[in-house]
T-cell receptor
Framework: AQSVTQLDSHVSVSEGTPVLLRCNYS??????LFWYVQHPNKGLQLLLK??????LVKGINGFEAEFKKSETSFHLTKPSAHMSDAAEYFC????????????FGTGTRLKVLA | EAGVAQSPRYKIIEKRQSVAFWCNPI?????LYWYQQILGQGPKLLIQ????????DSQLPKDRFSAERLKGVDSTLKIQPAKLEDSAVYLC?????????FGPGTRLTVL
């Protein structure tokens, strides 16, 4: 069975400091992995995706994530947090089984302190 | 390209009433998903369509929830009768290949 675990429900960082949001996955197949961001009262927006190409994936707004098969991890990072990064972040695993099935993590709320 | 459209954006009803949500996916996207997102939680898949056929409805509370996708394009999700615990954002998404595109969601409040 496929699953995804976001290890922190809340993360607080100071503006200008690095961001690390942790995600571990479980999959019997070679997975596709995604990070989505959800700002308050806004829709879900794709940040980046991994689909078995380069293991270091660059996304929008300076975010990137590294796929580590040995650790079954797909952590999201950003070198320097901005106030506008405050939002809820979801790690998602997808496995093709006829059509794609997407399984969401429980989310990490990022707070950026001035 | 136009995104996934949903209506209404907000709905307030009393418990035991009925409600329906509408979704128009991105043109050409064969797969359509309905998710329920309760405050503070991640989206939970309710039902997945491939064209007009149901792929997965294992988490749909079928005693009160129903969904259809006639003609394989638009979809409606209905709740009848609503319960307090149905208060959530209902998200529609469509996909082409390995990427989900989400609509803005419908926020349902059940009083």
């Amino acid at each position: 069975a496929q699953s995804v675990t976001q290890l922190d429900s809340h993360v607080s960082v100071s503006e200008g400091t690095p961001v690390l949001l942790r995600c571990n996955y479980s999959s019997s197949y070679s997975p596709s992995l995604f990070w989505y961001v959800q700002h308050p009262n806004k829709g879900l927006q794709l940040l980046l995706k991994y689909t078995s190409a380069a293991t270091l994936v660059k996304g929008i707004n300076g975010f990137e994530a590294e796929f580590k098969k040995s650790e079954t991890s797909f952590h999201l990072t950003k070198p320097s947090a901005h106030m506008s990064d405050a939002a809820e972040y979801f790690c998602v695993v997808s496995v093709p089984s006829g059509t794609y099935k997407y399984i969401f993590g429980t989310g990490t709320r990022l707070k950026v302190l001035a | 390209e136009a995104g996934v459209a949903q209506s209404p954006r907000y709905k307030i009803i009393e418990k035991r009433q009925s409600v329906a949500f509408w979704c128009n996916p991105i043109s050409g996207h064969a797969t359509l998903y309905w998710y329920q997102q309760i405050l503070g939680q991640g989206p939970k898949l309710l039902i997945q369509f491939q064209n007009n056929g149901v792929v997965d409805d294992s988490q749909l509370p079928k005693d009160r929830f129903s969904a259809e996708r006639l003609k394989g394009v638009d979809s409606t999700l209905k709740i009848q009768p609503a319960k307090l615990e149905d208060s959530a954002v209902y998200l529609c998404a469509s996909s082409l290949g390995a990427r989900l595109f989400f609509g803005p969601g419908t926020r349902l409040t059940v009083l």
